[in-house]
């Protein structure tokens, strides 16, 4: 069974940092990434990285944010550095298994970014 775990997240004030994390089992995964879906809003991609280490990010958080991963614990991270309003959401961890190419989401953490 494929389970992605989140945790990491809570309220932070503007400018200030967190960092998120996903523990997958279950499965090898040859790509993690992180969305996240503001109220009234569509879910939408932030980051992802590849086995192989390749990342790539949303426009709005470049130089802000930074995904890594540690294959051996089958986990990814998401450092969210000078965090603003804007970036209060749920966010998801997304991953996509080695074999098969199947789809998993995470159950969600919220950030609230807010003085």
């Known amino acids: 069974q494929v389970q992605l775990v989140e945790s990491g997240g809570g309220l932070v004030q503007p400018g200030g940092s967190l960092r998120l994390s996903c523990a997958g089992s279950?499965?090898?995964?040859?790509?993690m990434a992180w969305y996240r879906q503001a109220p009234g809003k569509q879910r939408e991609l932030v980051a992802t990285?590849?086995?192989?280490?390749?990342?790539r990010y949303v426009d709005s958080v470049k130089g802000r944010f930074t995904i890594s991963s540690d294959n051996a614990k089958n986990t990814v991270y998401l450092q969210m550095n000078s965090l603003k309003p804007e970036d209060t959401a749920v966010y998801y961890c997304?991953?996509?298994?080695?074999?098969?190419?199947?789809?998993?989401w995470g159950q969600g953490t919220q950030v609230t970014v807010s003085s």
């Open positions: 997304n991953a996509d298994t080695l074999i098969g190419k199947y789809n998993y």
């Open positions: 279950g499965s090898i995964f040859s790509s």
């Open positions: 990285i590849t086995r192989d280490g390749r990342s």
